[in-house]
Every structure is written in structure tokens, then in C-alpha cells.
């Protein structure tokens, strides 16, 4: 099964944007962590705009219920994503759209990965090489024992069912998995370590 082409550009969006890092060798404007903004307080909040989106949107339908967002382009200047962020910073989604202005991919906006910690499940460090590329993706929720947070969403352009995702797990000290799937089939493990461990 071909994965997405754009899987690539949406973990690059997780690694860089959602956490508020500057893209390598980029002369634009990267938003950095905000010190005001609000973290959100429950699960419901943070995923309060990245839910609203599916396959099916518009730009224009988007905005009917964000507003304008803020478009990133690249250094060329060609757009990148849109990021649509509540007044309080606290949640919000970035959202690449297609040729035809509809939605093709969606990530989790956070102002630092610390946000996520207190709605994400905890992971054994020593299990992550029980699960790899091509296992079920349920198995990976089995084997770190409960679901991960949905980050990124990739909606196929041939089939309307089929769709990329990645999921984290983060533990108290800042790592994390990510788990990326297609078709419910794992097509890559990830393991971020926290910032004082490096």
C-alpha cells in the first residue's frame, strides 16, 4: 500500500510547528511558545477545534467556524498550512488544504508539548520494540495498555474511507512515542526523548 506523500509534511508540522520550533534554515515567521498562553483544561478543550474538521470541509466552511486563520508559507513563499488557534492559545488545529480549497490534513495545535502530558497515557519504554512496521495499529494501544492522542490526520485523496494518523503517548518526563498508521497498520515508530535526556 503507497503511504501519503504529505504524511512526511505533517510529522514535519508536529515536530516543528505544533511545538512551536522554527523550521531549519526558514527566514519566515515561526510562532514561538507563547509564556501567556492559557494550557487547556480538559481533553474536551484541547481537541475542541482539530475534531470539528473532516474530509469533507472547505476553506470556507473552516472559517465559517474559526474565522481567518493565519496561513505559514514556506520560503518560497508558497502556502504551507492554515493555523486557526482560540483567543487563549489554548487548542487549536493547522490545516493543509487541497487544489480543489478542501481539507486534506490536520494537526493537534499545543503551545508546548508539555500540554499534552495531562491527557496523555503513559508508555513502558521497554515495550516500544514489541510493536513495528506493519503490525495492527490496535496493538500498539494493547501493548502500551490504553488509546494515544491523535495528532495528525492525513485524509486520502483515492479513498474516501482510508486515511494516515499519528498517535503519542507521552510519559511525565517530557519523551514520547509517536505512531504513525495507514489503514490501520503501523508504518512507523517514533521515540522522542525529553529534552533533559538528550
Not at 9 to 28: D, G, K, R, V, Y
Not at 35 to 50: D, F, G, K, Q
Amino acid at each position: 500500500m503507497k503511504k501519503f506523500s504529505l504524511i512526511l509534511i505533517a510529522s514535519l508540522m508536529i515536530l516543528m510547528c505544533a511545538s512551536c520550533m522554527p523550521f531549519p534554515e526558514s527566514t519566515e515567521e515561526i510562532p514561538q511558545v507563547d509564556p501567556n498562553a492559557i494550557p487547556p483544561e480538559t481533553v474536551e478543550e484541547l481537541y475542541s477545534y482539530y475534531h470539528q474538521i473532516d474530509r469533507t470541509m472547505t476553506r470556507e466552511q473552516v472559517e465559517a467556524l474559526f474565522g481567518a486563520g493565519v496561513e505559514r508559507k514556506d520560503e518560497s513563499g508558497e502556502p504551507m498550512y492554515t493555523a486557526y488557534v482560540n483567543e487563549k492559545k489554548s487548542c487549536g488545529v493547522n490545516v493543509i488544504y487541497n487544489f480543489e480549497g478542501k481539507v486534506r490534513a490536520k494537526t493537534l495545535y499545543y503551545n508546548k508539548s508539555e500540554d499534552l502530558i495531562p491527557f496523555a497515557n503513559p508508555y513502558i519504554e521497554e515495550k516500544i520494540s514489541d510493536i513495528g512496521e506493519g503490525d495492527k495499529f490496535a496493538k500498539a494501544e494493547e501493548v502500551f495498555g490504553a488509546p494515544g492522542l491523535e495528532i495528525v490526520c492525513e485524509y486520502s485523496q483515492n479513498n474516501v474511507k482510508d486515511e494516515a494518523t499519528i498517535h503519542s503517548w507521552y510519559n511525565e518526563d517530557g519523551s514520547s512515542v509517536q505512531v504513525h498508521s495507514q489503514g490501520g497498520r503501523i508504518t512507523q515508530v517514533v521515540w522522542i526523548v525529553a529534552e533533559d535526556q538528550k
